[in-house]
């Protein structure tokens, strides 16, 4: 069975007239039962009581999932204009005093205690922005970057479980027919696990978005934002009509399952039952011997998750409980000739490592330079194999990223509508480095291809 969720980023605080493709997309979704995850922006809640738009507060209110789509958008600066600092605590502190205030208006506006997904702006996936969002309390990173293309399975990374966007309706229902969106359904959503389809629900209305319109590159100041071109009356009818349509085939078909992100974090809440033990490093080790990468039995588990029960063990416990892991923010070493090691120095090392924060790029054992993949490896063999000595090789340190494509060649310079000035010297960089906290869901098939 695949679960579908309808995701909403509601986000056009420009053009008031385009606020009743909220409302709309939520009376069809409740008329056939299903609940819509509404990704609201900080400053979309300000313009809907400028606006006086109670009949959509009270109805997303009632009704349907309220989740968050950050403070301000595309409203420079954006997400990664203010992340893109070597100074990753700064960059963090930052953005949780302006991303505190957008989710306060959200609860506030809507009143809700907890919101279970949070949404990035386009191509605004900062690496920042998933660990402040994890620490924050959202369980669900929806529209993420790194996913699995295949089965569309939620992916974990920097402690928070993302998913992809699949489709967006706009792109569809426009132009759709009864036979194509049969024919979709069998082809690209029946195969999936997890498919999403979103929408933004000004753009039934709308020709464009706001942010190209008004923040591409610079501010536009607020008497002079430009109200996007709408639809024609026709135009907008048969989005709706295929709307219509659309929901008819899933709701009569056993296939498939809406859900929402509140239902899927639910299934995915492991916080508890992650505990690594002694007697399942054996068997890990040999998935990491055959590749290099997380694993997902007997538990789901990041290499970072590994890197720490290791640490423990090798200062006498006897099991791991994973919590928050971080991965690195500098390229780590490796080494490029064979290095041989004694266990009582190794042992030495493990106490001296932190069990919080980043992790080190490299570890001096007695007073040789080894990678943190390097003392990994030989932590396992002397937990496992008794070895008073352990000769490590030249190996990979890196997973393999060809199983993520759009995570190994994201980039963020001169993109959507970032300002020029935006030269990600450290963002892409480093969000490729928190890859040793990836984790995909326990049980499933352990590598995308």
């Known amino acids: 069975m695949t679960d579908i969720i309808f995701s909403f980023d509601t986000e056009d605080y420009v053009n008031p007239k385009c606020a009743d493709g909220i409302i709309r997309s939520a009376d069809l979704l409740r008329e056939y039962g299903y609940r819509g995850c509404y990704n609201i922006v900080g400053y979309m809640a300000d313009a809907l009581v400028e606006w006086g738009r109670t009949d959509i507060v009270e109805n997303l209110k009632r009704y349907h999932e309220i989740d968050y789509h950050s403070h301000r958008h595309s409203h420079h600066p954006t997400i990664n204009e203010i992340t893109d600092r070597a100074d990753y605590q700064g960059a963090y502190e930052d953005l949780r005093w302006e991303e505190s205030r957008g989710i306060r208006k959200v609860k506030e506006l809507f009143d809700v205690g907890f919101i279970p997904a949070a949404c990035p702006p386009g191509n605004s996936t900062s690496y920042v922005a998933h660990y402040l969002y994890a620490d924050l309390g959202f369980p669900i990173y929806d529209g993420d970057e790194i996913y699995d293309s295949v089965r569309s399975r939620p992916v974990s990374t920097c402690n928070i479980w993302g998913t992809h966007y699949n489709k967006a309706l706009e792109n569809m229902l426009f132009t759709a027919t009864e036979e194509s969106l049969k024919a979709y359904l069998d082809e690209k959503v029946a195969t999936r696990d997890l498919f999403t389809f979103y929408h933004h629900p000004q753009r039934a209305y709308g020709t464009t978005f706001c942010d190209i319109d008004n923040f591409k590159g610079v501010?536009?100041?607020?008497?002079?934002?430009?109200?996007?071109?709408?639809?024609?009356?026709?135009?907008?009818e048969t989005f709706y009509k295929n709307y219509r349509i659309l929901l008819e085939l899933i709701k009569n078909d056993p296939r498939f399952r809406v859900i929402t992100y509140k239902e899927l974090a639910s299934r995915l809440n492991d916080r508890e039952s992650r505990i690594l033990t002694r007697a399942d490093l054996s068997a890990l080790r040999e998935q990491l011997t055959?590749?290099?990468?997380?694993?997902t039995t007997p538990e789901s588990y990041c290499l970072a998750d590994l890197f720490h029960a290791c640490r423990e063990f090798l200062c006498g416990k006897n099991e791991h409980r994973c919590g928050k892991v971080y991965g690195f923010l500098d390229t780590p070493y490796a080494v490029t000739e064979p290095v041989t090691l004694s266990?009582?120095?190794?042992?030495?090392?493990?106490?001296?490592?932190?069990?919080?924060?980043?992790?080190?790029?490299?570890?001096?054992?007695?007073d040789q330079k080894i990678g943190p993949a390097d003392w990994m490896r030989a932590?396992?063999?002397?937990?496992?194999?008794?070895?008073?000595?352990?000769?490590?090789?030249?190996d990979a340190w890196q997973i393999d990223l060809d199983q993520f494509p759009m995570y190994r060649d994201l980039r963020y310079k001169d993109t959507w509508v970032h300002c020029a000035s935006?030269?990600?010297?450290?963002?892409?960089?480093?969000?490729?480095?928190?890859?040793?906290?990836?984790?995909?869901?326990?049980?499933?098939?352990?590598?995308?291809?």
């Open 379 to 394: 932590a396992m063999a002397v937990i496992l194999d008794g070895a008073e000595t352990v000769t490590v090789a030249p």
């Open 422 to 449: 935006l030269e990600d010297n450290f963002l892409t960089k480093r969000f490729r480095l928190q890859s040793w906290t990836i984790r995909l869901p326990k049980g499933t098939q352990r590598t995308i291809f």
């Open 343 to 366: 266990a009582s120095d190794l042992i030495a090392t493990a106490k001296a490592l932190r069990d919080d924060g980043f992790l080190p790029e490299y570890i001096y054992v007695n």
């Open 290 to 295: 055959e590749k290099f990468f997380p694993v």
């Open 219 to 236: 501010n536009t100041p607020k008497d002079q934002w430009q109200e996007t071109v709408l639809h024609t009356e026709e135009e907008i």
